[in-house]
C-alpha cells in the first residue's frame, strides 16, 4: 500500500513559472517531511525539509507548504530554471524508515 | 555534510558471476545504512537496512542468499550481489543516516548502474 501519495506524474513548466508538486500521506507517525531531487544516473539529493509542527518553510527558490490536518504538504519551485529539470520525489520519515511518494518529472522550458 | 560515496558508478558483468558495491559515508558516522534498487522512471524500492555491526534486515521479497549486505563499520557496508542474472540489472542506491543532525533523514549515494550480460 502505497503510503506517500504525489502528483502530477510529470509537469512541464515555463522558464520563470512557479512549479508546485503535491504529496498526500496517511501514517500520522511520519514525523520527517523531507523532498529529494534526482537527475538522470544520480542518486537522489535531499532538497529541502520539514517538521509538521511547521506550516511552511523556505529556502531560496524552494518552499515547502504543509497541512497536518488535512496530511498533505506540497514543494513549490518560484522562478523555475531549466536547470531544474528533475525527478523530484517527496518522502516521509517514520524512524529510521523513508517512505517515498512515487516521483514527478519536471520539465522546464528554456 | 553529509556525503555518501559508492563505487563503482557502473559495472558490467557476465551472468553467474559475483559483484560487490561499495558504500561511504565520508563526513558522518553512519549508524544506519540501506540499501535501494530503482527501475527506470520508477522510485526508490527498498532492499534492506542495516545498523553498524548487525546483520541486514531484508525487505519481504528480498533474497538475503542473492544480495549479501555487509556493515562491518560506521563508514561502510557492501552489496554482494552474488551469481548475477540479467533481471538483476538495475539501478543500486546506497543511503545512510547517523547520529544528532545526520538522524532525521537519509543521505544517498550517486548509485551503481549494474548490467549483468
Known sequence: QQQVKQSPQSLIVQKGGISIINCAYE?????YFPWYQQFPGKGPALLIAIRPDVSEKKEGRFTISFNKSAKQFSLHIMDSQPGDSATYFCAATSGSRLTFGEGTQLTVNP | G????????????????????????????????????????????????????????????????????????????????TSA?????????????????????????????????
Open chain 2, 2 to 81: 553529509a556525503v555518501v560515496s559508492q563505487h563503482p558508478s557502473w559495472v558490467i558483468c557476465k551472468s553467474g558471476t559475483s559483484v560487490k558495491i561499495e558504500c561511504r559515508s565520508l563526513d558522518f558516522q553512519a549508524t544506519t545504512m540501506f540499501w535501494y534498487r530503482q527501475f527506470p522512471k520508477q522510485s526508490l524500492m527498498l532492499m534492506a537496512t542495516s545498523n553498524e555491526g548487525s546483520k541486514a534486515t531484508y525487505e519481504q521479497g528480498v533474497e538475503k542468499d542473492k544480495f549479501l549486505i555487509n556493515h562491518a563499520s560506521l563508514t561502510l557496508s557492501t552489496l554482494t550481489v
Open chain 2, 85 to 117: 542474472h540479467p533481471e538483476d540489472s538495475s539501478f543500486y542506491i546506497c543511503s545512510a543516516s547517523g547520529r544528532g543532525v545526520f538522524q532525521e533523514t537519509q543521505y544517498f549515494g550517486p548509485g551503481t548502474r549494474l548490467l549483468v550480460l
Open chain 1, 27 to 31: 501514517n500520522t507517525a511520519f514525523d
